[in-house]
């Protein structure tokens, strides 16, 4: 495997230097700070992240504040109360997307939010207690007993609510490829994403950088090399 360090030199000339690759690595993120997060927010963020999916996410964003109000403000135990004619209707609803399937989705999250909440006493607090290590784990388990939560969608799902989240893009894959790591090109198998939680691993413990870091580092090395001001417009993805 190629020394990390010699990565990150390469981004930070396609990127115009050191200062420049810093200002687009964000925050660091601080996995505590989810047993915060309300049940309501979490399942907020999770509907943003599947109507956003395959969609023009900016569309999204902007029609949110309708999202807010025709889903009750998120809260599960609210929304589970709702009776079937409540979910229909949402599929004619103008304030929102109309998606049948992913307005469904939202019902069943919300199920899902309120099961894991029962036993860990929030939804914030079972992402804050799940090894940090293990992000294939825990996208395999959203994937699994989520709707609609799976691949890519979940991996944002955990950046957008602050967990430290590497994304497996085509970029990073092909940086990792590219550093010598033996992963197929999409790296949708298991033991090829095993492979990469092992190596964001050690770099994370040798470089001491959060993963959601080092995952921009290795995108931004190699492929389209976008202007900074162009990844800053779009730097949450």
Wanted: glycine share 8%.
């Amino acid at each position: 495997m190629a020394d990390f360090a010699r990565i990150k030199a390469r981004a930070a000339e396609r990127k115009g230097g050191e200062a420049v690759l810093k200002s687009l690595l964000g925050p660091a993120s601080d996995n505590a700070t989810l047993a915060k997060v309300s049940d309501d927010r979490v399942l907020s963020t999770m509907a943003e992240r599947v109507f956003a999916a395959g969609f023009v996410w900016r569309v999204i964003e902007q029609k949110w504040p309708g999202f807010e109000e025709a889903f009750l403000g998120f809260e599960p135990k609210r929304l589970l109360f709702q009776p079937d004619d409540f979910w229909h209707d949402l599929a004619s609803d103008k304030r929102i997307v109309r998606n049948p399937q992913k307005i469904r989705s939202v019902r069943d999250n919300a199920a899902f939010v309120e099961l894991v909440s029962k036993e860990h006493g929030s939804f914030g607090k079972f992402l804050a207690a799940w090894p940090a290590d293990d992000q294939v784990g825990l996208t395999a388990y959203l994937g699994k007993h989520g709707s609609r939560l799976g691949g890519n969608t979940g991996q944002y799902l955990l950046r957008w609510l602050g967990w430290d989240t590497f994304i497996m893009s085509q970029d990073m894959i092909l940086a990792l490829r590219d550093a010598g790591l033996d992963i197929g090109e999409a790296a949708t198998a298991k033991k090829d994403q095993a492979k990469v939680q092992a190596q964001i691993n050690e770099w994370a413990k040798a470089t001491k950088l959060p993963r959601a870091h080092i995952s921009r580092i290795l995108s931004m090395s190699i492929g389209v090399n976008r202007p900074a001001d162009e990844l800053r417009s779009y730097m949450d993805e």
